[in-house]
């Protein structure tokens, strides 16, 4: 077996124009890249190829937020599974050093102590690892993530409601209320983290307070959409006291349930069946025909909600990072 190729070549792409030799790899990722590149979200600078000859060994590709200007996620990684001639772990780890060291100052991720690489995203099939064929491709892509010095973050579970499925029921219990400015959401998102089961958040808890992260969260994610805030509930008791909210809108791809939290005190009682019930609603009543949501498969008691209120389990997501 060749290690790798004599004629192996490492580039990204030169444009828009090679977008039909970067996707001869296919990715669920695939159909939005057209549309990322016109709005910004990436950049040919940022699409690497590995090619033997004419033929597309391995690519990747960084993705960044529309108003960044740098990569925030390495959400694209593929090699050529039926080229049997090469040591595809071998050319993946070559792309992968190359496009670092191209990309992000002190090239190897492991050498680049404080700046460490944005976190990588491997999206398949959600139960990837039932599946012989699918848990091959993912394990021959995270060989080389990890021997880079990446580790495990967080597993993921990405769900959609369709219009053909009934309606998540509401209990009758909680009233809804809009949101009072940007100091009444950010109050209920600091009280949502105690506790929390996201990956992510307990994270960023280990270095910043609860305050911190939830203002980060929101100016990074949630202060950006351009759908109306008049969308996002709060569910209320007959007092008046808040429970939780969710915060229904439409990111650069799809309708989305982008947060839904119960407050500490009122957990374990089923409101989050009526938070998803009046987000999936709000979604419904503006127009679209499906709604997306992710939570992590650790957070188990999300997970069954989002099933229980009529949402399927359509892929998992892989995450890993460089941090420490």
Known sequence: MTVLPNTLTIRPITGPEELDLFNRLPYTLNGELANDLAEGRRRPSWMWVALDGDRLLARMSWWC???????????????????????????????????????????????????????????????????????????????????????????????EWRADNPLPRDSGRLSFRGIEGEEDILGLMTRALEGTLDAHDRLDLHKSSAAEVAAANFADEFANYTTPREWWRVATLPDGAPVGFVIPARNAYHPII???????????????????????????????????????????????????????????????????
Request: charged share 30%; proline share 6%.
């Open 65 to 159: 937020r529309a108003q960044d200007d740098t990569p925030f996620l390495l959400d694209l990684f593929d090699v050529d599974d039926d080229a049997r001639d090469v040591d595809l772990t071998a050319v993946g780890e070559e792309l992968l050093r190359t496009a670092n060291t191209d990309l992000f100052p002190g090239g190897e991720p492991v050498a680049l102590g404080d700046t460490p690489p944005p976190e990588f995203l491997r999206f398949d099939v959600a139960d990837w690892r039932g599946d012989e064929t699918s848990r091959r491709r993912v394990e021959t892509r995270l060989r080389v993530i990890e021997g880079s010095g990446a580790v495990p973050l967080v597993e993921r579970l990405r769900y």
């Open 258 to 324: 982008s947060y839904v939290a119960v407050l500490p005190e009122h957990r374990g009682k089923g409101y989050i069946d009526d938070l998803l019930a009046e987000g999936t609603r709000v979604l419904r009543d503006a127009g679209a025909t499906y709604a997306r949501a992710a939570t992590d498969l650790g957070n188990v008691p999300m997970a069954e909600a989002f099933t229980r209120s009529g949402y399927d389990a359509i892929s998992g997501v892989v995450s890993y990072t460089w941090s420490r």
